[in-house]
């Protein structure tokens, strides 16, 4: 299918950009539900897993919710007010749904579905406003088992873009930035063409504007979500997402170059933390007592180099953006 969407000049002076957690909780959900999981992903994904049992049945619910194609309801991405709203913000506009637009959404997972909605989704369905509450609890297990770990390095990626992206507009102009967002995306001077769309979109059922988010975990593919007033979204696969999980070839030599500051132990947990883990996992990758590990974390997180996530009864370790500063590296990840 291909689509077009129309601009006027108060349209393209209403063209912004945002960053959704959200999205990416969306996106990622999607990118774990395929078998196999995209090749780019692929070690993230196997990290997830390995933890999944401590999610329990949210990750269930929410796999029912996003599956691997077709409908992404609508309801899981309200339309972003500012540049970086937080996910408790966003979890805010969720769980203040309206029953309709969720059972609209439900609907359509459920007509994509053969007819039947899955089971783990008629509580839902039967009373929204009691389950919504639910979902943004399961969505926050999630985020803290999958995504929260990272978010400091996948902020960074999806931030870098949108700087290109703004220079790239003012240096060129907007119609060579909206032309260069992705190769089935094309800017034709009136309007913006967009192929292989799942659904259409076009401006008699949009709101004004184009709201543009960059995604760590839509790629290879361009979405889109239409729901008025809000205006259309297009979510396109932020720049240098291929090299989000890998690891710098010079971790060694920087983390021996900070032992002479930090102290060797320290600095060696800096440097596994590329990879997020346990206090436990983190003792048996370097070979330090769990209470030692125990003891340089809390001084490496009093120092703003690293931070605790829960997620279930674990808690995971993450480096800051701070820590990911001092290795060189804005969002780099996994050996």
Do not use: K
């Amino acid at each position: 299918m291909r689509t077009e969407l129309h601009f006027s000049a108060q349209d393209l002076a209403l063209t912004r950009f945002a960053v959704s957690p959200m999205q990416e909780v969306v996106t990622s959900l999607r990118a774990l539900a395929h078998s196999p999981v995209p090749a780019l992903h692929r070690r993230w994904a196997g990290r997830v897993r390995e933890r999944s049992a401590a999610a329990g049945p949210a990750l269930e619910r929410l796999a029912a919710l996003v599956p691997p194609t077709g409908h992404l309801p609508d309801f899981l991405n309200p339309a972003p007010t500012g540049f970086s709203p937080t996910l408790a913000e966003e979890l805010t506009a969720i769980t203040a749904t309206g029953a309709g637009q969720v059972r609209v959404d439900l609907d359509i997972l459920a007509a994509e579905a053969g007819g039947r909605l899955p089971a783990l989704l008629a509580p839902l369905y039967r009373d929204p406003a009691a389950q919504l509450p639910r979902l943004a609890a399961d969505i926050e297990a999630y985020w803290e088992l999958a995504l929260a770990p990272y978010w400091a390095r996948i902020r960074a990626l999806l931030a870098a873009d949108v700087f290109h992206r703004s220079r790239q507009a003012a240096e060129h102009g907007t119609a060579r930035m909206l032309g260069e967002l992705h190769e089935t995306v094309r800017w034709d001077g009136s309007a913006l063409r967009l192929e292989q769309r799942h659904c259409g979109v076009t401006r008699l059922s949009a709101g004004a504007g184009l709201l543009l988010l960059p995604s760590a975990f839509a790629w290879p593919r361009v979405l889109t979500r239409v729901l008025p007033p809000d205006p259309p979204q297009l979510i396109y696969p932020a720049r240098g997402t291929a090299t989000l999980w890998e690891r710098p070839a010079d971790t060694t030599d920087r983390a021996d170059a900070l032992a002479g500051v930090l102290g060797r132990s320290r600095a060696r947990l800096l440097a596994e933390l590329d990879s997020p883990g346990s206090t436990t996992e983190l003792a048996r990758r370097t070979g330090l007592s769990p209470a030692g590990v125990s003891q340089h974390l809390t001084a490496l997180r009093a120092a703003g180099l690293t931070s605790a996530h829960r997620a279930g009864h674990a808690v995971l370790h993450a480096r800051t953006a701070v820590g990911d500063s001092l290795f060189g590296q804005g969002g780099r990840a996994f050996e």
